[in-house]
């Protein structure tokens, strides 16, 4: 009796204790499974590249109050971290996914469309769960959002109704069955959370983007930057571009065909050099596969034929001493570091406002963990005339063959007063 | 037989065709940090020694530590010059360390001082408030933190020579109406809050009539103590 109750309490200890293990082993599992969240959500923040609005300058990560300049005013950014009281700490992963997917606080309200929602309304309910459990893991920062400073009548979210009647199309990202599985992802990160439409498509005056002239290329408001098409082979369409040359590109910001800069740099920096070499992979996959031939420009230009050919010439001069000594002397540069500029269709393009103002405001590429000490190329503007700008940039967009046109002193002078940051 | 070798042969010419070309278009930029900062030099000169342009300061020899802290500024937007806040945006933190260990560790000569155009009373103004201060009105003399000899002190403290007035007496009123800051405590804000315009006249236009001195380094961390704290040069 007394054996069979000892050998009973046994069983039954040896059963706890099993009972023990397993629970700690799914917990394990179970903390392992979240960790692995966690981490997959941050993945996807940075291919989303929400610390670019939603981390101030000196700011705490993710606490938002950048100020965002826009043709309608300014737009303060927001707290997302899980602070209770200011941040999202009391969302729930439904709430946040309908701000992803549908532009609305949880209460309904209506997001400024300058939240790419229309860009994120893309991203599948597993990628904006996991985003949503990544941001309840950082640190939380008690820090009240500023309000906004539209002017009338964009202070008005009611008219945020209109915008969306327009231009925001909601639903997750639809496979295209014809096509791989790679392309099919790079889509999905192209169009989804790595918004790219949101610049490289024309802005109108409504501050909206149609579905027609998606990737077309535009100016950034505010920013005079040109973020060229990304489907015409003129400006920066990728179809006779290797799918290394744009992994380079877009994973440490140089390439043999060309360098990033400007707004893309910043891209680059908070985004996709994070991206693992299958997702950039992917999106160069995709991109290229966007790109269309397009017809030989039309070589029009509004200068006089006389002006233009004396700015060439002064051109010539100007580059021959300012520039040939790195893109040397017939534009080939010492790629990947220092860019080509013949054959390069970010100094062709039809819009010439980059190269003006790369000339005039120079600038490094960003520095990556692929790339982490960039060559800089040096600002002109307090040595060179805006003639002499004029001159040279005609003169790299015609010399070598390349096929743009001549541009005048006053395009130069223009954009001497373009905002720097 | 005499076809592989033929075959051979049209491949080791292909390869070394091949060989050519790469090494052609790999042409690369010299591996330097010289290479690397050009975008600096229209403003501040090839090596760093300043240019024309009085508002743009020489670099070269100045303290690593405080060239550091003045790119981090920059990058931040704490201190406000666009085309600067502009191109170092992207930057990563060992990069700058890199670029401010480069300038701190050229030294070329530095320029002629050049004749004043301010009278001699302020000039006079202007040496007192450098090597004495005012105690009355809370001004410590320059040369309490900046250094006997004016050359500033490792890590973080620049040399005030090889300055022009103009550049000096713009620093000097930036920092009075808080445009220019720096990490808390921010000594020289406290500074310059004590300053009247005539004041930075005077200071900005004496320390650019000083000599080159024999040494221009700065002096090693802790050759003397500061009059206060300052969040630049921590102990």
Known sequence: ????????????KLLALAALATAAQAQDKAQGKTGDIIARGEYLARAGDCTACHTAAEGRLFAGGRPMPTPFGTIYTSNITPDPETGIGKWSADDFYRTMHNGRFPDGGLIYPAMPFASYTKVTRADSDAIFAYLRSIQPVNQKNKPHELRFPYDNRQLILGWRTLFFREGEFKPDPTKSAEWNRGAYLVEGLGHCGMCHSPINALGGTSQSDAFKGGLIPMQNWYAPSLTSNREAGL??????????????????????YGPMAEVVHNSLQYLNDEDTRAMAVYLKGIAEPSPPPPASSTLPTTESSLLISLGKTVYDKNCASCHGTQGEGKPPHWPPLANNQSIEMQSAVNPIRMVLNGGYPPGTKGNP???????????????????????????????????????????????LN | MFARAAASAAVIVTLAAFDGAVAQT???????????????????????????????????????GYLYNQLLAFRSGRRKYPPMNYLLEFLPDPYLEAMAEYFASEHPPLPQSAPSEVSKEVLAQGELLATSGDAGRNIPACVSCHGPGLTGMQPGIPGLLGLRAAYVSAQLGAWRYGTRTAKSPDCMQLVAGHLTEADVTAVAAWLATRPAPANPAPVPKGTYALPFGCGSQPN
Not at chain 2, 37 to 47: D, Y
């Open chain 2, 26 to 64: 790999t042409s690369q930029p010299p591996d330097t940090m010289a290479a690397r900062v050009e975008a600096c030099t229209p403003c501040h000169g090839n090596k760093g020694e300043g240019t024309s342009d009085v508002y743009f300061p020489r670099l070269a020899g100045k303290p690593a």
């Open chain 1, 239 to 260: 179809g006779d571009w290797s799918i290394k040359d744009i992994t380079d590109l877009l994973q440490t910001g140089v390439s043999m065909r060309g360098v990033v």
């Open chain 1, 373 to 419: 000490m960039p060559y800089g190329m040096p600002p002109f503007a307090g040595l060179l005339s805006d003639n002499e700008v004029a001159a040279v940039v005609s003169y790299i967009r015609t010399a070598w063959g390349n096929r743009g046109t001549p541009v005048s002193a006053r395009d130069a002078n223009e954009l001497r007063s373009a905002p």
């Open chain 1, 1 to 12: 009796m007394g054996s069979k109750l000892s050998i009973a309490l046994l069983s039954i």
